[in-house]
């Protein structure tokens, strides 16, 4: 972590943060898609249990790296949530593509 004496700096730092956080998303996004070919069910693509096994590993991570709890857990259920909706769109497109075919 760089030690900050001044706002610019400091925007710069979160700046830089920010495109390496919206490189890890698309990483992750990627994952999800291949889920959403993956999975066979349309019932598969929401695991509520995998979902509190994901924010378990996240808040036991946060502890670790001194993020709060009140920023991590719902940042996590709502990437999560929106991660679920896209994985849902891209197994509703498989399927029609299917359909089709």
């Known amino acids: 972590m ?13 700046d830089r943060i920010d495109r390496e956080l919206v490189k890890l998303l698309a990483e992750r996004q990627s994952y999800i898609e291949q889920a959403g070919v993956i999975k066979g069910k349309r019932s598969a693509v929401r695991d509520d249990a995998r979902i ?6 996240v808040l036991a991570e946060a502890d670790k790296a001194g993020l709060a709890r009140s920023i991590a857990e719902p940042l996590w259920r709502l990437l999560i949530e929106k991660s679920i909706e896209h994985e849902f769109e891209v197994f509703d497109e498989k399927e029609r593509t299917a359909a089709n075919s």
């Open 2 to 14: 760089v030690k900050c004496n001044t706002m610019p700096e400091v925007r710069n730092e979160i």
């Open 52 to 57: 509190e096994d994901v924010v378990s590993k």
